[in-house]
T-cell receptor, first 110, second 115 residues
Framework: KQEVTQIPAALSVPEGENLVLNCSFTDSAIYNLQWFRQDPGKGLTSLLLIQSSQREQTSGRLNASLDKSSGRSTLYIAASQPGDSATYLCAVPGGTALIFGKGTTLSVSS | EAQVTQNPRYLITVTGKKLTVTCSQNMNHEYMSWYRQDPGLGLRQIYYSMNVEVTDKGDVPEGYKVSRKEKRNFPLILESPSPNQTSLYFC??????????????FGQGTRLTVV
């Protein structure tokens, strides 16, 4: 059964720092991997979708990489800002559902 | 604007009083799904639908019902809510009928409290 792990569970950084969030999964036979952002009281916002044939996907200051063979993905956030403070979740398909990690809660201080 | 819309956003109800949480998407997606999110347990799938009149159980379906009479709507029904159904609920949709090959879009969530 697919399991998704995100480490660390929480991260605090000063504004301007570059940072990396980690996501690992146990079954490397995945179609894709998706990164989401969750703000308190708000829904899940899709940030990036990486197909299994891709190694990287970029959107603005965000860059996500995927290494299927090692069962890992990273989300790189450049020049972090206080507005980046949120919980970041990764998810992979498992059957007909998305299997989510428990998230990394990021706090960026000004 | 492409979106998944859930209503209500917040709901407090009493044990046993039937309620419905609505979900609508405007992207003509085949696949729709409901998840609940609980502290320490993460997001878990309740029910999903691959098309109109095609629904199936997810990992935690007990106490819930769904229907898919129209492509755009996928309501979640709690016939007799209990306190253990207090949770944050999310509706999702995606183009791929299997729900796994394309990007998933989520609603803003419904915070349900059952007292």
């Amino acid at each position: 059964k697919q399991e998704v792990t995100q480490i660390p569970a929480a991260l605090s950084v000063p504004e301007g720092e570059n940072l990396v969030l980690n996501c690992s999964f146990t079954d490397s036979a995945i179609y894709n991997l998706q990164w989401f952002r969750q703000d308190p009281g708000k829904g899940l916002t899709s940030l990036l979708l990486i197909q299994s044939s891709q190694r990287e996907q970029t959107s603005g200051r965000l860059n996500a990489s995927l290494d299927k063979s090692s069962g890992r993905s990273t989300l790189y956030i450049a020049a972090s800002q206080p507005g980046d403070s949120a919980t970041y979740l990764c998810a992979v398909p498992g059957g007909t559902a998305l299997i989510f990690g428990k998230g990394t809660t990021l706090s960026v201080s000004s | 604007e492409a979106q998944v819309t859930q209503n209500p956003r917040y709901l407090i109800t009493v044990t046993g009083k039937k309620l419905t949480v609505t979900c609508s998407q405007n992207m003509n997606h085949e696949y729709m799904s409901w998840y609940r999110q609980d502290p320490g347990l993460g997001l878990r799938q309740i029910y999903y639908s691959m098309n109109v009149e095609v629904t199936d159980k997810g990992d935690v379906p007990e106490g819930y019902k769904v229907s898919r009479k129209e492509k755009r709507n996928f309501p979640l029904i709690l016939e007799s809510p209990s306190p253990n159904q207090t949770s944050l609920y999310f509706c999702a949709s995606s183009l791929d009928p299997q729900g796994v090959g394309t990007e998933a879009f989520f609603g803003q969530g419904t915070r349900l409290t059952v007292v």
